[in-house]
């Protein structure tokens, strides 16, 4: 008869070695990517935002006008909500209390679609092109011009934004 021994002690040692061999050779793939000098973690992040810089340079142009639109529709939605659902209640609870909710919620909606009609049509200041910027902090990759403080590259109108303004007349067009 022949006697079978298990070596359940080994199984433990055995998994811990795999498991060490897996990260030696997880972080020799990592270390590898920065084994040019050249090469340090921004760079490699950069590289890896890459496709999103693609997406965003190519497809600007067209989530402006989703967004104009899903922001005057979400609005919408709200007004139509509180007109179905919260006057019929407000009006039986108190009419006093509902003409009063109504005048602060129209302000409120004027204010809102007049600051948001001027955010989305008023020209962004762009950096001047004939003379010579001292402030320049750096040049702008894409336009390849002096950058001064605080300035963006815009990718659907093409220029640099002063004051990281982040909208664009090209959004109706």
Request: glycine content about 4%.
């Amino acid at each position: 008869m022949v006697r079978v021994t298990w070596k359940l002690t080994s199984i433990p040692q055995t998994l811990r070695n795999s498991i060490r061999c897996q990260w030696r050779n997880w972080k020799i793939t990592y270390n590898t990517f920065f084994y040019n000098h050249f090469m340090d973690h921004g760079y490699f992040a950069d590289v890896c935002m890459e496709p999103m810089f693609w997406f965003v340079d190519n497809f600007t142009k067209f989530l402006g006008p989703f967004f104009v639109f899903s922001v005057c529709g979400l609005t919408a939605s709200v007004i139509v909500i509180a007109y179905w659902i919260g006057l019929p209640y407000w009006w039986n609870k108190s009419p006093m209390t509902t003409v009063a909710l109504l005048l602060v919620g129209h302000w409120l909606l004027v204010n809102i679609c007049f600051h948001y009609y001027m955010a989305a049509s008023t020209l962004p200041g762009y950096p001047p092109e004939d003379t010579l910027i001292p402030e320049a902090a750096s040049i702008c990759k894409k336009c390849i011009a002096p950058k001064p403080p605080r300035t963006h590259h815009c990718s659907v109108c093409n220029k640099c934004i002063l004051k990281m303004d982040h909208h664009c007349r090209n959004l109706y067009s």
